[in-house]
Every structure is written in C-alpha cells, then in structure tokens.
C-alpha cells in the first residue's frame, strides 16, 4: 500500500472520565481523511503514547484500521526503547492490522549508532511491513546520524524515516546518500516546506488535523512545481503552526480541536490543560485561519 505523502499523528481523544474514546477515535480518522490526508498515525507522540497500555494501544489500531480499511493506510506508532519489546510490540501491531510502523529511536538508553542500527534492523527483520523510524533528539536525547541512516536505508522494510531532526544539513545529506527509495517525511510541521524543496517526500504532520487540505495542497504545487504557491501557502499557515507548539504537543492541538468543537477529551498525567495565556494565543490564531477539519454540529 502506498502510505502518501500527508500523514497525520493523530491525537487519542480520552472520555470524561479519563478513559480511551475509541468511537470518538474512529470518527476523527475518518475526518481527517475527508479533510486531506492521506493516512493516520496512531499511537504516536501526538496520541500520548507513553501513557497508553498496550491493550489500550493494540484497541486503538484495531478500531482505526477498521474505521478507515480499504481508504487509507493505518500507520501504528510501536517502538519502544527496549529492542525487544518493540519486536513484539511491532508483531502485535502488524496482527491488529497496521499496514505500517513508526519506530521512534531508543530514548533514555543513549544508545550508540551501531546501537541505534541494531534496533531498527532487529525490528525490521521481525515484521513483513514497512518501517519508518522516528528521528527526533530533542525528545530521545540521540540523532540517527547521517551514515548510520544510509546503512538503514538498506535494510529490507525500511520505506523512510520521520526526521525531525531540525538538521536541514543533515537531511539534504540523507536524500543525496541514502538507498533507491528511502523517502523522508518531515517530522516538523515548520520544516515540511523546505525538506520537500531539498527533495523529501512529505510530512508526519500535527497541523493536518485543522489545515490538512491547505497541507496537502501546499505539498501538491511544490511536487508540481509551483514553488510560489507553496511558499505562499507555508508562509500563512506558520503563525498557526508555531502557535500549536507554544507548548509540549499535543496540549495545543488538543486544545484547538476541543475549541473547534470536534471533542478529544483532556490529557493524561503528567500532560494537563494549557495556561491561560497559552490558551487565548491557540485561540486567536485559530480565528484567524479557515478550518479544513469537518466537524459535526
């Protein structure tokens, strides 16, 4: 299956009472790709992950792939920074029907890059799916290194990386060197402009959940070469962008999504509410953008 170019890392909406809104999760997968995705990403960063257990996690992916099978690829958020329980973890998703994996690089461990690589090829020799790992040191403390992921990109299962490195350097290194088809997805919804201008692929994006058509066709005219539409496009929708990460993500886009009026619920400890100051910059920016996210009245 071909996994597309927009991506969203979709949020886990929670009930009142704290619990995972699985009906609530189906209905925003569905939004999102009638508002521009291509694709979903659960269990990732933006859905708490951390804070989910597997069996929350393993329901999760069952009722997304079900809610939008035969549409769009279902991309299940599975690494963990124990090699081998991201194995099973990754077997497990691949049984409850993920057409692909998002494999965030061990954190805490420190792992080397001969570390790093081992884990991603552990992993990608366990499952018969496509892998992306998952680069961002500002949360794991490691970057996957340009040469270690030019040895990735050879591994079998490997369709790209989630690179939010912020390293535009380094991502222009990876797209010269890497292997035949080993695509990169901006993992910064700020840099997505210029990592498809170097030559990347698309985006694992946050802000697809309120502007995902103007996304998608920002990404369109720079394949089609309409560089000043583009640019155009990424220029109007930085304010929003920076706005939803005034904060730790998800607070701001789960705020914004409550404040539209499509429910996702609150947060999980240790993630709580934004402060109040946070909350009226969310808001401001929000009415000063048009809403791609169908929302039912």
């Known amino acids: 299956m071909e996994l597309g170019r927009l991506l969203t890392a979709m949020v886990t909406p929670f009930t009142r009472d704290g619990a995972v809104d699985y009906a609530q999760a189906r209905r925003l997968a569905v939004a999102l790709l009638d508002s521009g995705s291509d694709g979903i990403v659960v269990t990732g960063t933006t859905g708490e992950a951390p804070t989910l257990s597997f069996d929350e996690k393993f329901r999760l992916w069952a009722e997304v792939k079900e809610a939008i099978a035969g549409r769009a690829p ?3 958020g599975s690494g963990d920074n124990c090699t081998a329980d991201s194995v099973q973890f990754s077997r497990e998703a691949v049984r409850a029907g993920a057409d692909a994996l998002l494999l965030t690089t061990p954190y805490y461990n420190k792992p080397t890059q001969e570390g790093i690589f081992r884990h991603f ?5 366990a499952v018969d799916v496509p892998c992306i790992p998952y680069n961002i040191p500002g949360r794991t403390g490691v970057n996957i290194g340009v040469e270690t992921q030019v040895r990735i990109s050879r591994l079998p299962n490997i369709a790209g990386v989630k690179e939010a490195s912020g390293d535009l350097k380094q991502v222009a290194r990876v797209i010269e060197e ?21 030559g990347g692929y698309g ?7 309120l502007v995902g058509r103007q996304i998608a066709t920002m990404i369109r005219d720079l394949v089609e070469a309409r560089t000043e539409e583009a640019a155009r496009i990424h220029r ?8 939803l990460f005034c904060l730790t ?7 914004a999504l409550n404040r539209i009026g499509f429910e996702v619920g609150a947060y999980r400890l ?12 969310i808001a401001a920016e929000l009415a000063r953008h048009t809403i791609d996210l169908p929302v039912a009245v």
């Open 178 to 198: 890497a292997g035949p088809g080993y695509r990169i997805w901006s993992g910064n919804d700020e840099d997505t402009f210029a990592i498809l201008a170097l």
């Open 203 to 209: 985006v694992i994006s946050v802000a697809s959940h």
């Open 121 to 125: 090829a552990a992993i990608a020799e």
């Open 74 to 76: 279902m991309v299940a």
């Open 236 to 243: 109007r929708l930085l304010p929003l962008i920076d706005a």
């Open 270 to 281: 240790p993630l709580c509410e934004p402060d109040d100051a946070s909350a009226q910059r």
């Open 249 to 255: 993500n998800p607070i701001p886009v789960k705020y």
